[in-house]
């Protein structure tokens, strides 16, 4: 007996949603002889689950948590309220479905102490024997539009630092950093051009500057309650050496790749934030200096002349997410028709390029049947991420640069 499952979505072949959007596509079922059943059931899921343990005193000790999103399920054939059974005859069966996803709903990730996942499964139950199971993920985007989240975005940001090496009648006059950005939100594609400014008063030659684009990734747990911090560098740079007691500026374009967006409030078990970190290197006194900088990623650039990309619906009233990740939802949100919903998210002739939708290089890749002990097809699954070719925006350094203060605050802590 073969059977294949197919599940495909409509007008969609990345299998890439935002949030508030109409998740509609196909069930196609191949059968090469009659298959007696009792249902075919269609489950639509979205939950984030983080798991890890942490050794103490000679015992480790387990983490973990999860929180449901979405769940929907819809019987093609059949039903489990009886127990009735139904043949599927051999041949090619089509089922349409529809389903809304919630405005709140976290972008897919998958990490390596957790995930945010979304998949389409269909099951084939035989309360006589095992259920066959077929699963399909798919991407779940949170619209971060950076020209609606906070105007800061746009604006110029800048921050600077001081250290002096050794101390006592050794302590050095100060090595000065400047950073400067022309603005705070960015979308994969485009370069941030990171503009450093070294007054190098000691006498000792800065050897070398090293940038880097980290993406920190803070995992909750529920039972008990912790968490913990992953830190992954995913774009790296580097700054040539910056003479004794001289000053120098350099501009060096930091890439962006695919990668998932800044997220820190939709999900109570899983955030995502990215700074941008630079580092002088004094070589000869084994020391360095660290300028730390948060950034936004966003999935709709900042608005340039002459380029607009469609947007998705922003918000809504319906679920308004947990209020704490200590006061998980009692229930799932349920969300009623939101009418006429865009469904492609291929924008218009007129507008800018669409977006490339890729893997993230620098996250895992999950294994959506790993609940289900008679699973058929592919198991591992990566989210694709949309990725722009625009222009980067231009370096700026201006006689007010100053005046866009900026004040570093660690994630990590």
């Not at 093609?76 to 599927?88: A, C, D, M, P, Y």
């Not at 035989?126 to 993920?137: E, L, N, S, V």
Request: proline share 8%; charged share 20%; with cysteine.
């Amino acid at each position: 007996m073969v059977v294949t499952c197919e599940i495909s979505f409509d007008n969609n072949r990345h299998g890439t949603f935002y949030a508030g959007q109409l998740v509609s596509g196909c069930v196609t079922l191949k059968c090469d002889r009659p298959k007696e059943i009792q249902a075919v059931l269609l489950k639509v899921v979205g939950y984030s689950i983080t798991k890890w343990s942490e050794k103490s005193l000679g015992s480790s000790k387990l983490y973990a948590g999860r929180e449901d999103y979405l769940s929907s399920n819809t019987y093609l054939v059949g039903s489990e309220q009886n127990n009735n059974r139904h043949t599927i005859q051999a041949g090619v069966h089509n089922y349409n479905f529809a389903c809304q996803l919630p405005y709140q709903c976290p972008s897919s990730f998958e990490g390596r102490h957790g995930c945010i996942r979304y998949i389409a499964k269909v099951l084939l139950i035989r309360p006589w024997k095992f259920d066959q199971a077929y699963t399909q993920g798919f991407t779940v985007l949170k619209m971060l539009d950076l020209n609606f989240d906070t105007p800061q975005l746009r604006l110029a940001a800048h921050s600077e630092g001081y250290r002096t090496f050794c101390c006592g009648p050794c302590k050095t006059d100060p090595l000065k950093l400047e950073l400067h950005l022309p603005q705070a939100g960015y979308v994969p594609g485009q370069r941030i051009p990171v503009t450093v400014v070294v007054v190098n008063n000691t006498a000792v030659a800065v050897s070398e500057l090293r940038l880097c684009l980290v993406m920190l990734v803070r995992y909750y747990s529920i039972t008990p309650e912790h968490s913990r911090v992953e830190r992954i560098i995913i774009s790296r740079a580097k700054g040539d050496s910056v003479l004794k007691q001289s000053t120098r500026s350099l501009t060096i374009d930091l890439p962006i790749p695919s990668t998932p967006p800044t997220c820190v409030e939709l999900s109570n078990l899983i955030q995502i934030a990215y700074q941008l970190e630079v580092e002088a290197l004094v070589k000869s006194l084994r020391e360095q200096q660290l300028m730390v900088m948060p950034v936004t990623i966003g999935t709709i650039p900042l608005a340039v002349s002459g380029m607009v990309v469609q947007q998705p619906p922003r918000r809504s009233a319906h679920y308004e997410g947990p209020v704490s990740r200590r006061d998980p939802p009692g229930e799932l949100p349920l969300v009623a028709a939101l009418g006429s919903v865009p469904t492609d998210l291929t924008p218009s002739p007129t507008d800018a390029d669409p977006p490339k939708y890729e893997e993230s290089k620098h996250t895992q890749k999950g294994n959506i049947n790993e609940e289900e002990l008679h699973a058929f097809g592919v198991n591992e699954f990566a989210p694709l991420y949309p990725v722009y070719s625009i222009p980067s925006p231009t370096p700026v350094l201006s006689a007010n640069a100053r005046n866009a203060g900026f004040v570093n605050q660690s994630f990590v802590k």
